[in-house]
């Protein structure tokens, strides 16, 4: 006698509720990064009773109290640098781009040599570059 099972196996897998998972992980680092990018390094910028500002800036360069470079193109995450390597980064970055600027962000603590270092890279290679401060409290 020959009885049919009435529950059969099915070998399928049904993937989306792990597709919803991988959608709202990667949505989450994707905010998580953006958010955390501007706060990476603590500078404190010297203060400055002028109101104007640099609209169009392509790369932030910036040289925290213990002296580590970084620098950030664009709105991609700022990475660490050596200062040796900052003339090749910046001529690289800003190449055939005349109309942007570079944003030299340093801490008011740094000696004011290590900031002429980076204006005289610029200088040099005809680059245009701001400092940047804060307002006056």
Do not use: C, W
């Amino acid at each position: 006698m020959a009885l049919k099972r009435r529950n059969r196996i099915s070998a399928s897998f049904n993937m989306s509720s792990m597709t919803d998972m991988m959608f709202l992980l990667l949505l989450f680092f994707m905010i998580a990064s953006t958010m955390s990018a501007p706060n990476d390094l603590r500078i404190k910028l010297p203060q400055s009773s002028s109101n104007h500002s640099t609209k169009v800036v392509l790369v932030k360069v910036s040289i925290d109290n213990d002296g580590n470079y970084s620098v950030a193109k664009g709105n991609e995450a700022s990475m660490s640098i050596q200062p040796e390597q900052l003339e090749g980064f910046l001529v690289d970055a800003m190449a055939n781009d005349t109309t942007t600027f570079i944003s030299l962000h340093a801490d008011e603590n740094r000696p004011y040599s290590e900031i002429v270092n980076v204006l005289d890279i610029a200088n040099k290679n005809k680059l245009k570059i701001v400092l940047a401060t804060k307002p006056a409290e």
